[in-house]
């Protein structure tokens, strides 16, 4: 994580500017094909602000977040960084992929954790990385979504996605 600051966005409802109790984030991740390899992701990690329960979703095909599919669940989390880890690991079959995190809370408001350059906000230590549009995303309710890089330069949401490469299967061909 080349990023050094964070800021807290707290998810509003802009027709009733209410903070919300529930709430999406999404990032899209670009890959690159290795040769006889599959690639899976197996864990994830999110930063979570508040306390919150955490589903994560998966599109491992594209960045069409309109297909994204629940693969992993967390109980109440406390504030805090928490790798979450898949009890199915997902096969990435495209050259983009979105992991989503819907966090809900009975009990506090649902901030979205970025990690953004700091712009003159503290130390400019880690200000060398760049986020771009089309990178990461909000929600309410995980239909409409909201560019971050609208609301916050040089920034992108806290989700990880760890993969690791596995052989691919070799098929036997016969021929008669």
Sequence with gaps: ???GYD???????????EVAKVGYMANVFSRE?????DEFINEISIYIPSISSAEIYVNAEDDDKSKLTKVAFSEILMPGYHTIKFT?????TGN?????A?????N???????NCKSNGLGSNYWDNAKASAGESFISLDGNNWNDISTMVKDSNICIKAFTTYQEKEKTDINVT
Excluded: G, R
């Design 1 to 3: 994580d080349e990023y």
């Design 7 to 17: 800021i807290s966005l707290p998810l509003t409802n802009s027709s009733t500017n």
């Design 33 to 37: 094909e290795v040769e006889n390899k």
């Design 88 to 92: 199915t690991p997902v096969k990435l």
């Design 96 to 100: 983009k992929f979105i992991v989503a």
């Design 102 to 106: 819907k966090l809900s809370s009975n």
């Design 108 to 114: 506090v408001l649902i901030p979205t954790e970025t």
